[in-house]
């Protein structure tokens, strides 16, 4: 998820243009809905917020550990995103090294999000490192290889070792731009990509699960170009990883439906990698709110953030999938911890509306995760 949803906006609407109708896509429902296991936050900002002085409290009004109030309303899985050389440091190599140490600490299992970029990727930008900025699609193979495997071999010496690993985030039509962007339905590069950081990851540790991750919610049509596009090129996968927001991605019965597809398509299992919902449409900051639109049926309030979520849950767990991750529930207005890596002590948070913690660090008294 970033500051760019307009992006994302664009092409979900391109991409509807040309999708297959739901209902002409509808699949069967599973014959039972068992127990969800990954029940997930990504809290990538955390750990900055942290350090310039951000206080949580839980719903009764008590300062607490955020990680520890999460895991006391049901998260027993963290999603941390990884850049390669932001100019912040948040969320580089060794931040992301130190605080793996405070989740494993706490009993909670680990996600480690490559972006493979030195800031913001997602469907609109999948821009190089810096310092792979010139390289091709050969170099590019073995750069993902290489950086892929020092990040997890150096996670497994500190005993750290991540559950999971996402090979690119929400990556709708490939990564590293141009060399791994999919164009005239060829995927080619961005198998060789995908198959460099899945060999990488078992490598370091055969039993960590890897994820392909993309935006691709919005119709069943979009998510079997993708995914039929990487299997035809032989890349391998444990996990199918899908974001919605229901601003861009419509209703849950669509979600219902490309959950269940995708499980029964490539008989891998499903995670919704990233979900939110506003709790109000005010603004905590100077920087303007991302995705601040309501859905219906959920007001922007505690309650319709928390029904939403848990009407998320349900619909995820009813389809068959394993899990839901909640996109940086302990993002709130402070200052200091900004959106934009390159000027993270002066810019402002589009999230503060969306965190799961009010403009004072206090938790919505209404949200759950369930397994």
Sequence with gaps: MTVHHQWKRRIALMLAAVAVPATLLTVAAPASAAPMTMLGADVSTLQRANDVGARYYDANGTQRDALDIL???GVNYVRLRIWNNPRSGYNNRDKVL????????????LMIDFHYSDSWADPGQQTKPAAWASHGINQLTTDVYNYTYDVCTSLRAQGTTPDSVQIGNEINSGMLWNDGRV???NFYNLGLLLKAGHDATKACNSGTQVIIHTAHADSLANARWF?????GQGVQ???TALSYYCTWHGSMSNLYNVITDMRNRYGRPVVIAETAYPFTSGNADSTSNHGASSCSGYPLTWQGQATHFTHVQNTARDAGAIGVFYWEPTWYAVPG???DPANISGSGNGWDHMATFDWNGRLNPNIRWTP
């Design 227 to 231: 995914y039929d596009g990487i299997r």
């Design 71 to 73: 895991r006391g309303v």
């Design 98 to 109: 130190q605080y793996a140490r405070t989740v494993k600490a706490r009993g909670l299992k």
């Design 237 to 239: 996968w444990d996990i």
């Design 183 to 185: 164009t005239n339905n």
């Design 337 to 339: 911890n900004g959106w």
